[in-house]
């Protein structure tokens, strides 16, 4: 049963995608300022990052076989409220295990209430274009962030990064407590609640696979493009301008998904996805001119905004419960917790260019993941729309 949420419904949803996605446009600034404010070196400033990924990819995959059965309003804005804690408590401390503790918690928190709002939106009437809208909406707020928060941290320190993070928070907790959207199963829905444990297709699960190796290579990448452009001496207002020229190309990634919904092949967005995110990768770590660094750089999480947009609708088609959409931030969260860490570890001992290198496997295999979806599912290929 598809549901219609209304304006507040809706506004709640957009707002708590935005804020439980905070980590994917603000992985740079986020690893910039561990390692710059705080002096961790660019493994450890990765193992935080990681922490909070690793605190959300748990706490999606308990919550979410229990979607139907919780209360989602409680959920949404208590688990926001509790991250937007954390997040203010590690604004005044220094010490790496008091931070360490305050990330892993402010993960599990966050995510648990996103875990409501992406299984609530697989219920809606239609979850693609549902989602492009939430990604539209984090483009914006990603806008607003890029362009204000350097200065901020610059003016005020690197502490005030996380005030930023819990004020976000406890916005989105105080939005998803008035506004939150609710859902009324009926007996088919419960029944089906029942049975759904044992019925979620293995195309679904290559898709789950795909994009969370996708989002491996976003954040190994994307962690350290801060790092890699002021090691390669460019200039910290270029950089920071290309952060906010990438905003702009993320809203229009984000409308651009919703409007080619039945336009592009869902088949062609995900077989390009993986290829072009290598490329991306490659040149972004590898280059030394400027004007090739800004380009990769400014199109790179616009591609998986893009590609993750008709990732969510197939998947929203394949399973109609909702349980496995309610698990998006552990696809998404499970690679992105990698990513961090990895990338700094792969920083630490070969360079930037071995992410470009580790890119390419991921990539590699992500692709192979999605071709597999299309060959186990025959309904997807049937009801696939092209232009």
């Known amino acids: 049963m598809s549901h219609r949420?209304?304006?507040?419904?809706?506004?709640?949803?957009?707002?708590?995608?935005?804020?439980?996605?905070?980590?994917?446009?603000?992985?740079?600034?986020?690893?910039?300022?561990?390692?710059?404010?705080?002096?961790?070196?660019?493994?450890?400033?990765?193992?935080?990052?990681?922490?909070?990924?690793?605190?959300?990819?748990?706490?999606?995959?308990?919550?979410?076989?229990?979607?139907?059965?919780?209360?989602?309003?409680?959920?949404?804005?208590?688990?926001?409220?509790?991250?937007?804690?954390?997040?203010?408590?590690?604004?005044?401390?220094?010490?790496?295990?008091?931070?360490?503790?305050?990330?892993?918690?402010?993960?599990?928190?966050?995510?648990?209430?996103?875990?409501?709002?992406?299984?609530?939106?697989?219920?809606?009437?239609?979850?693609?274009?549902?989602?492009?809208?939430?990604?539209?909406?984090?483009?914006?707020?990603?806008?607003?962030?890029?362009?204000?928060?350097?200065?901020?941290?610059?003016?005020?320190?690197?502490?005030?990064?996380?005030?930023?993070?819990?004020?976000?928070?406890?916005?989105?907790?105080?939005?998803?407590?008035?506004?939150?959207?609710s859902l009324v199963l009926d007996e088919e829905d419960s029944e089906n609640a029942k049975q759904v444990v044992t019925k979620i297709p293995s195309s679904v699960w290559y898709g789950i696979v795909g994009i969370s190796l996708m989002a491996v290579t976003q954040a190994m990448t994307f962690s350290f493009m801060e790092r890699v452009g002021n090691d390669r001496g460019f200039s910290a207002d270029s950089v920071t301008l290309v952060l906010i020229v990438l905003t702009v190309i993320n809203i229009v990634a984000a409308a651009s998904a919703g409007i080619f919904e039945k336009r592009f092949s869902v088949r062609v967005v995900l077989c390009t996805g993986p290829v072009l995110q290598i490329i991306l990768s490659n040149i972004m770590m590898n280059a030394s001119s400027f004007a090739f660094y800004a380009a990769s750089a400014s199109c790179f999480v616009s591609l998986m905004i893009f590609t993750h947009t008709f990732v969510f609708g197939l998947l929203a088609r394949l399973d109609e419960s909702g349980r496995a959409l309610a698990?998006?931030?552990?696809?998404?969260?499970?690679?992105?917790?990698?990513?961090?860490?990895?990338?700094?570890?792969?920083?630490?001992?070969?360079?930037?260019?071995?992410?470009?290198i580790a890119a390419l496997v991921f990539g590699t295999i992500s692709l192979v993941c999605f071709i597999r979806v299309f060959q186990r599912s025959s309904d997807v290929i049937q009801s696939e729309s092209v232009a």
């Open 327 to 356: 698990a998006t931030p552990a696809m998404l969260m499970i690679g992105a917790a990698v990513g961090p860490i990895l990338g700094g570890t792969i920083i630490k001992f070969v360079g930037y260019q071995g992410i470009g």
């Open 5 to 181: 949420f209304g304006f507040k419904g809706n506004l709640a949803l957009m707002v708590s995608h935005s804020a439980g996605m905070l980590d994917l446009v603000a992985l740079p600034l986020w690893v910039g300022v561990l390692v710059a404010t705080y002096h961790f070196d660019s493994q450890q400033a990765g193992g935080l990052v990681t922490l909070f990924l690793i605190g959300a990819v748990g706490s999606s995959i308990l919550i979410a076989p229990r979607f139907k059965k919780l209360n989602r309003r409680v959920v949404a804005s208590v688990g926001f409220f509790a991250s937007g804690l954390c997040f203010f408590a590690a604004s005044q401390t220094n010490d790496y295990v008091q931070l360490a503790l305050l990330h892993l918690v402010a993960g599990i928190s966050s995510s648990a209430a996103l875990s409501m709002a992406h299984g609530t939106f697989a219920r809606g009437e239609n979850p693609h274009r549902l989602f492009a809208i939430a990604g539209l909406t984090l483009g914006i707020m990603a806008f607003v962030f890029m362009g204000a928060t350097p200065n901020i941290t610059k003016a005020v320190g690197g502490h005030s990064l996380f005030i930023i993070f819990g004020g976000i928070m406890t916005f989105a907790a105080f939005v998803c407590a008035v506004a939150f959207p």
